[in-house]
Nanobody, 121 residues
């Protein structure tokens, strides 16, 4: 059974930083494309960042240069370092895992329960 457990969310002032973590179990971690998505109130869930098993990354334009995704295959964990946070970054952040054979469609993978990030000005 796949389990993705996010942590690290919280309340932070604009300009500040947070680091999210997502611990995975029940999967062969290195075979999965891992991603971060977020959903703000009244909006659709949106892509933030993705990292393949070999370490290649993709970012949404809205976070490029501010957020960094990384993975530790020895700990079955990914991270999202978020710097220069803005109020518009406020959302529930979700971790996603998709087996590399399925491509990168997150809906073909598994989701965590989400962690709330709130940025106040």
């Amino acid at each position: 059974q796949v389990q993705l457990v996010e942590s690290g969310g919280g309340l932070v002032q604009a300009g500040g930083s947070l680091r999210l973590s997502c611990a995975a179990s029940g999967i062969i971690f290195s075979f999965n494309v891992m991603g971060w998505y977020r959903q703000a109130p009244g909006k659709q869930r949106e892509f933030i960042a993705r990292i393949a098993g070999g370490g290649s990354t993709n970012y949404a334009d809205s976070v490029k240069g501010r957020f960094t995704i990384s993975r530790d295959n020895a700990k079955d964990t990914i991270y999202l370092q978020m710097n220069s946070l803005k109020p518009e970054d406020t959302a529930v952040y979700y971790c996603n895992a998709v087996h590399m054979r399925l491509g990168d469609d997150p809906n073909l993978g598994s989701w965590g329960q989400g962690t709330q990030v709130t940025v106040f000005s």
